[in-house]
């Protein structure tokens, strides 16, 4: 059986969330011969563990009447211990025109989160989070205002994805004829730092992209990891062989304002965070995203676009991609997105060094359901 207990990430201690009660176990928390395992325990057959998966993965049953296969006399039981109800949605915000969807989550203890889906033509993204609430503390974001609450479980991760795909194939909500109804895309930007919920982190990762019907059979390529560059995990990260894109969440090229816009920056200093970045494009070949939000007049300068650019080039050519984003405003916060014709200086200067430089287009902010947003208020 897999035991959950505390992660052994070097240096992770400090944000460690606090002692609570553990959210159900549910079969995504667990690779497949745990389940088998776990069936066993309960003094059933293994073979049911793939019976439940396919009901959960593939057909996204969320009725044990469905469930036929299942012995009448057993089935109740086996849901209750390995599908219990993770996730109860307390609403869903559209926007977009039906393009986006937003849905406030209330966890098992109380606890609230979010997720947004994204409708593109030939792309479905699903943005989730790996935390209720983040201990990132990180001023311009939404989450880091309200601290930590505690770590989601890998269950709790995936059961989001799961939902959206329900939603989608169930037809729940709007949006044209050419819009695909399976979720392509997975991103580990809602809230939360998921590396700092390492296992949880990783074992989600894991249960998306194993095939059917033991997982979703989403393809690592198309699922983003998010991080303020939490050294000692992008290493181990790197090291766990799955081909995931690796988003770090940079937004300044030096220490001096990085410090005081990602306070982990204490800790981690950009260049070692530049340099891990780079590791992470060896040992996986995949290329790095660098997230930028523009805020006006902290660090929007040209020179800090120069900066950035020749920090990026010191560490080589073509590994590395740069995701400029305005700022969405927050709730009290003094700061706001960058004048456009600053913006595009920024990323004019950046594809001055060669570095390849897309502005993220930014869906969901009338319900505040844009990058930095999310805060589960459910009131
Ligand atoms: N903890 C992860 C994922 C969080 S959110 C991380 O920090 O990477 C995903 C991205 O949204 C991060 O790059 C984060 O810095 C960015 N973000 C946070 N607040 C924002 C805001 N108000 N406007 C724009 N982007 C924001």
């Avoid at 959950?4 to 011969?33: N, S, W």
């Avoid at 069936?39 to 439940?52: D, I, N, T």
Wanted: glycine share 8%; proline share 7%.
């Amino acid at each position: 059986m897999t035991s959950r207990g505390p992660v052994p990430v070097p240096g992770e201690l400090t944000f460690t969330a606090p002692r609570r009660a553990k959210p159900p176990r549910h079969l995504a928390d667990l690779a497949p011969a745990d389940r088998r395992a776990l069936a066993g325990e309960l003094g059933e057959k293994p073979f049911r563990a793939a019976q439940l998966a396919t009901h959960y993965f593939e057909h996204l049953a969320d009725d044990q009447e469905q469930m036929t296969d299942l012995p009448k006399a057993t089935r109740g039981r086996l849901v209750e211990a390995m599908l219990p109800q993770l996730l109860t949605a307390v609403r869903h915000l559209d926007c977009d025109d039906g393009a986006t969807r937003k849905t406030v989550w209330r966890l098992f203890d109380g606890a609230t989160v979010e997720s947004v889906l994204m409708r593109y033509p030939g792309r479905v993204t699903m943005c989730v989070s790996s935390q209720a609430g983040c201990g990132m503390n990180c001023p311009f974001c939404a989450t880091g205002q309200a601290g930590l609450t505690r770590n989601m479980s890998a269950g709790e991760i995936v059961d989001q994805v799961v939902a959206g795909a329900r939603m989608l194939r169930r037809g729940e909500f709007s949006g044209g004829p050419d819009h695909q109804q399976r979720i392509s895309n997975v991103v580990f930007m809602g809230m939360g730092e998921a590396l700092a919920n390492y296992r949880s982190a990783v074992q989600a990762v894991r249960t998306l992209v194993a095939p059917q019907p033991d997982g979703l059979g989403l393809s690592a390529r198309n699922l983003t990891m998010s991080t303020v560059g939490l050294v000692p995990a992008m290493r181990k990260f790197a090291a766990e062989g799955l081909p995931v894109t690796l988003a770090v969440s940079l937004h300044a090229p030096d220490d001096e304002l990085r410090d005081t816009l990602v306070p982990i920056n204490t800790r981690w200093r950009v260049a070692e965070v530049l340099d891990e970045a780079r590791h992470y494009f060896e040992v996986t070949g995949r290329r790095i995203s660098i997230e930028y939000a523009l805020i006006r007049d902290i660090n929007d300068q040209a020179w800090r676009a120069d900066m950035l650019g020749t920090e990026l080039n010191r560490r080589g050519r073509g590994w590395v991609h740069v995701n400029p984003i305005p700022l969405n405003p927050t709730p009290g916060s003094k700061w706001t997105a960058s004048d456009p014709r600053v913006e595009r200086t920024f990323v004019e200067r950046l594809r001055a060094h060669g570095i390849p430089t897309t502005v993220r287009d930014t869906r969901g902010r009338e319900i505040d359901g844009a990058c930095g947003q999310l805060a589960a208020v459910t009131a």
